[in-house]
Each structure stands twice: as structure tokens, then as C-alpha cells.
């Protein structure tokens, strides 16, 4: 009796009370105890922290200002990381869709968390299973699994069957008890394997951990030379360990995580504030990349909802308003279709009770319902229920205005529910056919009706699409950013072709029908893709194949959506970006979310993500030059067997100068470049000779400054000259192109360390004393030489590709 009670009404409020609740742990972000342990305790930290010690405890403590880095490293890291989780949590909470439940025999909306074990949950279109569960009610119920199966076509569930949290619901209703929920869930389990911080492929994520793991080993032969070298050269023990520092500290690009994570974390907070939900860091990447961006018509370019326009009966004697309103009234999750047809007929007329049903799935095109003497009725797209005719060309005509049409039709009997499009080429089954009925008929139900002339258009119906305000001038900034847009519909192509055209899309007048495409051909369908733009009939299926081709086209693809069958496109797209009012199932694929639904925020999102790759580009030629030019000064140094060239206090002064305070405006600094692959080739190409001459450049005005009489501070000054010059004509090419705000920050630096030279302070706290008019011309000497040699060496580089 409890068991059927369950299964009509629900639990009551004391069973829910007692039960166990749908706890998970929030994938959006890191717990803050593990944002301060990867903060604390890493390589960095330790290898500048035993350094900071040695300095400590050997040198003097101006010296010892580079051990601040991990200070700022850790607060700085930490307090952005937080932000970026507040702003990921609280989105998160705003994203996540709300559960139908039964409860005290009530339909109640539930936060996900409160969804209990044994809670009997109600399913429609679009809906997420977010735990397992047995079916106990099905009206037509269709349940794609394809995220955890690899399986497309979707499954039909009857009473008894299982569900898996992970799938969703793509057609009809129905209902199922929760047999494991949190972390007992199949889905929870998955998930728990690869975290919200265990990202997605990343050039750039792997690059930087690359140039970090090979100088890491770089650092301890190199530092193990120079360290044996000072002690060997020097007779002051103390003077030998600075100068051993100098050269390790300089060769960690200790900034350059931070700086990545930074910048990754103010583009998570900036796109908050827009309402936009980056479910995954790595995204940020994926945006600079774009160049194909692949819309879904209906919810992207079109908003949400639509509006009956027009009902035209193609004859006399048959009920049309009435079958239209039952046909409307059958699904409890009625979609955008139906909520139409439901406004102009509120209410189903009496007499028209369905028996058998096959509800609307976006793979079909069509529903349909056997109302018994009323007779069998179907309700979808002209090309997919008819075969040629008057009716036909009508509907035609109405969908090249840009409407949305539809054919109401009367059968002889109600077709079977098959969920697969009736033509998919290239699957092995289409068997070279020719002819419009031949090439759209794949021996379904549908089609033997319609031969055997069972398939009677009653009345064209069509509706009006509300397209977006903003529809238009988004579209037109992708143009000019060079992003090629192609729209990807369901719909009638000549529809969507129509639509395209009144929003001034490039060639959106070059339609083509999905189904005619040469899916046995993968070469002939990319070039296809490439040479034209609007896409009509296209099923979830040839959607995500759409995706693939275009990749294997070396193309860079985001895709947008916001109904079940764009699931399969998003997940496997290099960006899956969902609408805030699209269903829970696109929202949980996606690594965008659009929460306000505004299509104009995606100029933004794509701005942003161009904006924190190119910038963190940057900042990595300015780090890495840095390394280079230790490396290549610590491994002569150790060869000579000389003094390192300058103390730590050198370095910090230099690098904060040259590298850290313009880094931090750089990585934050608005961009429109596209980003494009070869991240560390390219940045190799710029560092390793600009390091190897700044090096250069710094020895010789060392040694220069030696050969003379002037004392060992004197020559570190002029070497400490020639290295800020140096570096500091590195920030004038990484800067470009110059604007003024970037004049301006170039020029600060240059102040800055102008002034340290002449205020008597600054220059006693920092060890800089100039020997001599000749020592520090000769600096600047060799400086000008090697800046232009830089400039010279940087261009060829570039030129080059690997």
C-alpha cells in the first residue's frame, strides 16, 4: 500500500522529512581549503622560500625583497581564486533548474539539493535527470542517454525501466521514483572522477606547465653550477650565496602562474557581472580561438516563444480548430509549438479524448494522437508529412516569408513512434535513392501512409518568430571580427534562409537542406559547411556532425543553443555555449551559460576570452625572456667561474619594473585579436633570443665596467643598467601596438627607475652606485646596440614557423 501510494501521490511531508537528500558537491569551484593549499604549497614557494632563507641568514636583508613574491603570490591568488568562486557560486545557484516533484498527491518545484530519496519525480521535455530512478508513469516518454551511452537515438521508457541521472527526457511525459540520490547517483559518480577544476584540453594551461616543468629542471644542474661557482670564486661566503640566489630567482618565472590565474579569474568575474556562467576556466581559451560559430535559429536568433499567426483550411467539412486545440492540449510540457496553438484555443473541446499518442521530438518533426471516431491526426513539418502536391508548394511559398509552417494532416492510423529522422545519409541505409520522395523517405510509418495515400493535408498552419532585438548588430560585430557565422535549423531551410537575410547575414541567401548533404562523403560535406552558411532540416545527429567536420576543417567551432537536440552539437563543439532559457540538459553540457538570455552578451564573452589569451601571451614573452636571460647569465657565470653580475636586490628592483607592475596592467588590458594555435612556439620564437641578448648585453657591460678600478657595486650598477635598458626595450615590443595608456606605463617604468638612480636613498637601499660618466655611457652603449639587435632577432623569429 505504501509502494502505491508513492507511486500515485508521492511522499508525504514526514517521508520526505526522514529521507535522504540529493547532496553533491558543488562542481563550480574549489572548496577554500583547497584554493589556499594549491596557493601555499607549491614548487615556487618552496624553492623562493629555501632561497629567502639562505639570503636571510648569509646576506642582507634588502636582498631578500624577491621572498615577498610568494607574499603577494599567495594573497594575490588567493583573494582573485575567491572572488571568481563567489561569483561561480552564486551563478551556479541561479542555473540550476528547478525539479518537479509529487508530493502530499501536489506537483511541487524543488531546489535540486531537496530532491530526497524516493521522491516521485515528473519528467517532460527537456528535463534533466539529475538521480536514478525506476518509471513508473509514461505517456510517450523518450529518454536520450547519449551523454553516458554514446547511444543518439533516444530510448522509450516504460513503467519499470530504469533512468540514469545524466540523461534527459526529449519527448513525451511521464514519472519516476528516485532509487539513488547524491553522491550514490551514476551521474554524481562520473563526475566525482574529474572535478569542475580538472579542466578540459588547454594549449595554453599545458604550454605554461611545460616552460615551468623544463626550467624547473633547468634550475637545479644550472643552479647547482653557479652556486659551486661563487663559492669557489668568492671570498666573502655571504657575497657568494647572494649571487648564487640571484642567478636561481631570476631563472623562476615565479609571476607567470599567477599572472595566468589572474587573468583567468578577473574574465570569470567580468563575464558574472553579465550574467554569463563560465562552468569551466579553460573556456576562456576556447572564446579566443573562435572562427566558426555555429547558431541554432530558434532561441539564439529567434526569441523565445512564438505566436500563431495564420490557420488555413484546405478544404471544406473537417474540424480543424478542434483538432488543432486537442492536438495542443495532450502534452503536459507543452513546448513552444504548442503553447502557441494553446493561446488562440485554451481549452480542448469535448469529445476529443486521445487514446494511442506519439508526442512531438525534434528528430520526428511531428506528433500525432488517434482520437477514435474523430480519427487519427498529426501535426508537423510540410516537407516531412507530405509528399509533393498543391499543399506542399503552398507551404513552401509560406516558409520562404520566413514563417514557421506547419501541416495539419488526417490518417488512416496513427504512425508508429519512431524517434529517427526518416532520411540520415550516410548511415548505410539509404541506398542511393534519388527523387524528393525518395530522398526523404526511409520506409517509416509516414511514408507508407502518405504512398498509399492515407496522408490527408487538412490545414496549413503558421506561426510568427520573434526575432531578437539584438539579433542584428551582434551578428554584425562577429562579421568584423572575422568570426564566420553559420545557422543551423531544424526549421525549413528557405524559413531560416528568409530569416538570415532580414538580419543581413553574408550568403544567407545559399540554403541547404540537411538532409540532401553527402554524409558518406566527409571531405565533400566540409567543403559544403565552409562555402555556405544556412543549414535547414539538419537533425541533433547531423548536428554534432556538423561540429566534427568543421573541425576536422581545422576550424575553431562554438555552438549555441537552447533546446534538447543541440546537446549532442554543444558537448562536442571546442565551445558549447547554452541560453539561460534554453532546457536544464543544454545548460549542463555547456561551458557558457547566457543566464539573462541576451544573444547580445556573446560579443562580450568572445571579447573577453581574446582579451585573457592574447594578454596572457604577453605576459609570458616578458617572464620567459627574464628565464632565458638568467639561464644563458648563470650558465657562463658558472663556466668563467666570475661574479654573478648582480645581487638579488637588482633582480627585484628589474624585474618589478620591466616584468611585474606592466605584466599586471598588461594581462588585463582590452584586446580584439583572434587567438591562434602555436602558443609556445611562438612564444619560444620571442624569448630565447631576446633572453640570450639581454645576457649578453649585461656581461659585456659588467666586464667592461671590470676591467677598469671601480669597485664591485660599480660594475653590478652598470650591469644592472644595461639589464633595465635591455629588458625594458623587451616591454616596449611586447607592448605594441602603443597607445597612449601604454605609453604612458612604458614611460613610468623608465621614470621610476631614473629617479632610483639619482635619489641617494633609493640607490643606498638598493646597492646601486654609477662608476663614473664613462662605466655607465658604456652601459648604454652596449644597450642601444643590443635593443636593436633584439628588434632584428624578434622579427626573423617571428617569421619563421615550426
Known sequence: MDRLSTVTNGLTSAQVAGAKANHVPRRSSRSLSAIVRANVFTLFNLVIGVLWALVLIFGEWQDSLFGLVIVANVLIGIIQELRAKRTLDKLAVINEAPVRVRRDGEERLVQPRHVVLGDLILLGPGDRLLVDGEVVESDGLEVDESLLTGEADPMHKQPGDQVLSGSFAVAGAGAFVATRVGTDAYAVKLAEEASKFHLAHSELREGVANFIKYITWLVIPIGALLIYSQLKHSADFGTAITGAVAGIVTMIPEGLVLMTSIAFAVGVVRLGRRKCLVQELPAIEGLARVDVLCLDKTGTLTAGGMDLDQVLPLGDGHPVEDALAALSHLDHSPNATAQAIRSRYPGARDGWTAGETVPFSSARKWSGADFGERGAWLLGAPDVLLD?????????????????????????????????????PGDGNDGGSSGPGAERGDGSPVDEERGGGGVEAVAIVTLKQRVRPDAHETLRYFAKQGVTVKIISGDNPVAVSAIAAGLEIPDAHRSIDARDLPYDDQA?????????????????????????????????????????????????????????AGSPATKAVAQVVLLDDKFATLPHVVGEGRRVLANIERVSNLFLTKTFYAIVLSLLVGVAGVMFPFAPRHSTLTN???????????????????????????????????????????????????????????????????????????????????????????????????????????????ALEPGGIGNSLTAVGISLVAAVMISVAVKVAGTLRT
Not at 391 to 419: E, I, K, N
Not at 533 to 552: D, I, M, N, Y
Open 388 to 424: 509533393g502536391g498543391d499543399a506542399y508548394d503552398r507551404a513552401a511559398g509560406l516558409a520562404a516569408t520566413g514563417a514557421r509552417v506547419l501541416v495539419l494532416c488526417r490518417v488512416r492510423t496513427l504512425p508508429a513512434p519512431q524517434t529517427g529522422p526518416r532520411f540520415t
Open 524 to 580: 565533400k560535406l566540409g567543403e559544403l559547411l565552409d562555402s555556405h552558411t544556412v543549414f535547414g532540416r539538419v537533425s541533433p545527429q547531423q548536428k554534432r556532425q556538423f561540429v566534427t567536420a568543421l573541425q576536422a576543417r581545422g576550424h575553431t567551432v562554438a555552438m549555441t543553443g537552447d533546446g534538447v537536440n543541440d546537446v549532442l552539437a554543444l558537448k562536442d563543439a571546442d565551445l558549447g555555449i547554452a541560453m539561460g
Open 656 to 766: 618589478a619594473l620591466t616584468i611585474g607592475v606592466p605584466a599586471l596592467f598588461l594581462a588585463l588590458a582590452p584586446t580584439f585579436e583572434r587567438s591562434k594555435p602555436g602558443f609556445v612556439p611562438r612564444v619560444l620564437r620571442f624569448a630565447v633570443p631576446a633572453g640570450v641578448l639581454c645576457a649578453a648585453a649585461v656581461l659585456l657591460s659588467f666586464w667592461a665596467a671590470h676591467s677598469g678600478t671601480s669597485t664591485l657595486v660599480e660594475n653590478q650598477t652598470s650591469a644592472v643598467i644595461a639589464l633595465f635598458l635591455t629588458t625594458w626595450w623587451v616591454l616596449v615590443l611586447i607592448a605594441r601596438p602603443l597607445n597612449w595608456w601604454r605609453i604612458a606605463l612604458v614611460a613610468a617604468m623608465a621614470a621610476a627607475f631614473a629617479i632610483g638612480l639619482t635619489i641617494p636613498f633609493v640607490r643606498h637601499f638598493f
